[in-house]
């Protein structure tokens, strides 16, 4: 872990200073376009997170691997985290680029429900004093959210919104100079690693919990069995 989380600052904090001191402001929007080196970057790992959580979610339901429910549980925090993070940088930008903080439409909608299952998510598996019962649960309910992440990605192309189409992804000839599609990138790559190393850390401490109440489990079970007068070692 250590190591890890030196990893992600030594990438993530060169990035930030690239994109906010470096990159140059944009011809229409100024200085307001530095919040893309947040906002974007969050988008990425609210989707990529919660392809994530699908997949830990199929592992748990058809090969009941516990571990796969236990990192479903800690990955569903970290997720609404950063998708909290992508609709609050989102606000901040729409406001002076549209001229309001809100607009319901279908980008932002979807968003805002992906934000909705990743805490149903995170409610629903710490709702049951049985954990098995809650990870059965929750992990019903992301592989039934996982309808709502193409709405996600392709609502730009669906629908008339205020967001702009793809411009990263385009290969070819993508629609951003690379004096800021360089530190966009890098961003991406430090907060993506941030985000792993928060996963990481939060599955750790969870499975070194479990241990610690199976050993006290253990310990209590032993002094039960105990003979009367006997200390239990």
Known sequence: MPWLWALSLAVLLPAAAWALLVSPADWQQGET?????????????????????????????????PLADLAARELSPVGALATALCLATGSLWGRPMWGTWWAWDARMTS????????????????????????????????????VNLPIVKFSVDWWNTLHQPASVTRLAAPGMHVSMLGPLLACAVGFSILFATLVLARVRAAVMERRVEALELARARAADRAPAGAVPA
């Open 111 to 146: 968003v805002l429900v992906l934000f909705f299952l990743w805490v149903g998510h995170a409610a629903l598996t710490r709702a049951f004093e049985d954990e098995e019962r809650g990870a059965r649960a929750g992990a019903i309910l992301a592989l039934v959210g996982v």
């Open 33 to 65: 376009v530095r919040i893309m080196y947040v906002h974007v970057p969050m988008a990425w790992l609210a989707m990529a997170g919660y392809s994530g959580l699908a997949v830990a979610s199929i592992l748990a339901l058809v090969w009941k691997h």
